[in-house]
């Protein structure tokens, strides 16, 4: 995987625009089931590494995000979901902010190399503050989806259009 998108790594049903959780523990599971359905991967085996690496910090300071990521065997490419949380949830982070962007990443185990290029990837585009507002003011999962995957690479003039015709889906 030399150049990567966005488009490689979420889809549009691995994104979660509403989800209501009670703690971290649910979210993390909504999130490794997303993910779980289209690797072909079993939930608990995507939950049960996803735990054991929430031990790294899995959160970007002062802006609501959390970034989980895990290897996990028997998965064939990096696959993520992302998760707008409502509401927001105290997830412990040391700056308290609450979360109320959570993204899991789950990468083979054979190929470390992409996991890593895919972390980073979507690190940077969190990082970014004109795309968690986009993120957080789409009103459904196409509009989410454009807003996340839109490359600047690719951002072209129609990319205004495509988004405005995201938001207007129902």
């Not at 966005?6 to 979210?27: C, H, K, N």
């Not at 999130?31 to 910090?57: G, M, Q, W, Y």
């Not at 899995?58 to 995000?65: E, K, R």
Request: net charge positive; aromatic share 4%; charged share 25%.
């Amino acid at each position: 995987m030399n150049l990567m998108r966005m488009r490689e790594l979420f889809t549009s049903e691995r994104i979660l625009p509403r989800l209501r959780a009670r703690d971290r523990m649910t979210v993390l599971r909504q999130l490794a089931s997303a993910v779980a359905r289209d690797a072909s991967v079993p939930e608990d085996a995507i939950l049960k590494h996803v735990v054991v690496a929430a031990d790294l910090p899995p959160y970007m300071p002062h802006c609501g995000v959390s970034l989980h990521h895990t290897l996990v065997s028997n998965m064939k490419h990096p696959m993520a979901a992302l998760a707008r949380l409502d509401p927001p949830l105290e997830f412990g982070a040391p700056d308290g902010w609450p979360t109320d962007l959570a993204v899991l990443l789950a990468s083979p185990t054979a190929r470390p190399q992409d996991h890593l290029r895919a972390l980073a990837y979507i690190a940077r585009r969190l990082r970014r503050q004109d795309v968690r507002e986009l993120v957080r003011a789409a009103n459904n999962r196409d509009a989410m989806y454009v807003a996340f995957t839109t490359d600047e690479r690719s951002m072209t003039e129609d990319s205004a259009p495509r988004l405005l015709r995201a938001q207007n889906r129902i």
